[in-house]
């Protein structure tokens, strides 16, 4: 199975502040990464797909970036809503794994 | 607007069986991917199984911490998807989520809210 590797696994910041959250494929995945987001009493929303493409929906404030083996989900001018819990998926083979996730915590 | 609710869920013994249910709404269910994923508490998440559509012949996929205990089915009629969870163990305490994925799409566009299986003696 393809191993996922999230960091940092706790992220504080402000609002109006940039963040970067990393991911790392244990084999090469080509561009094939989701990012997604978790909030209390809300569904999962995913965020970005195939490594950089916005799902309708996302902010452009979002972006994504990386190929083979890692993986970059940046946050620019955060507001209060992107505050949360961040996985990435690899979604190139079976069986589709999860990174261990990213809280992002306001500082 | 798209809507996965789950239903199912409780408190079983150890060994015991549970069926999870999860209606849908607001895509044409019957070309859409289907998928359940948990989270255990605290953890992160795990896809557990994948129906694909009657044009992909309903072929079913599993993680291997569930395969030959569990079975996902679908009812395109319903627009409804299942998870037969058989011989349930311990470790498979957790919030089960319906997800969705677009045809020949291995990640997820949608999520219900999830359901709760806690198993305990």
């Known amino acids: 199975d393809v191993q996922m590797t999230q960091s940092p696994s706790n992220l504080a910041a402000s609002p109006g502040e940039s963040v970067s959250i990393n991911c790392k494929a244990s084999?090469?995945?080509?561009?094939?990464l989701a990012w997604y987001q978790q909030k209390p009493g809300k569904a999962n929303k995913l965020l970005i797909y195939?490594?950089?493409t916005l799902q309708s929906g996302t902010p452009s404030r979002f972006s994504g970036s990386g190929s083979g083996t890692d993986f970059t989900l940046t946050i620019r001018n955060l507001e209060p809503e992107d505050f949360g819990l961040y996985y990435c998926q690899q979604h190139n083979e079976y069986p589709w794994t999860f990174g261990g996730g990213t809280k992002l915590e306001l500082k | 607007e798209v809507q996965l609710v789950e239903t199912g869920g409780g408190l079983v013994r150890p060994g015991s069986s549970l069926k999870l249910s999860c209606a849908t709404s607001g895509f044409t269910f019957s070309n859409t991917w289907m998928n359940w994923v948990r989270q255990a508490p605290g953890k992160g998440l795990e896809w557990v199984a994948l129906?694909?559509?009657?044009?992909?012949?309903?072929?079913?996929n599993y993680a291997e911490s569930v395969k030959g205990r569990f079975t996902i089915s679908r009812d395109d009629s319903k627009s409804r998807v299942y998870l037969q969870m058989n011989t349930l163990r311990d470790q498979d305490t957790a919030t089960y989520y319906c997800?969705?994925?677009?045809?020949?799409?291995?990640?997820?566009?949608?999520w219900g809210q999830g359901v709760m299986v806690t198993v305990s003696s």
């Open positions: 084999k090469s995945i080509s561009k094939y």
């Open positions: 997800t969705c994925s677009s045809y020949m799409r291995y990640y997820f566009d949608y």
């Open positions: 129906i694909k559509d009657k044009y992909s012949n309903y072929e079913a």
């Open positions: 195939s490594g950089s």
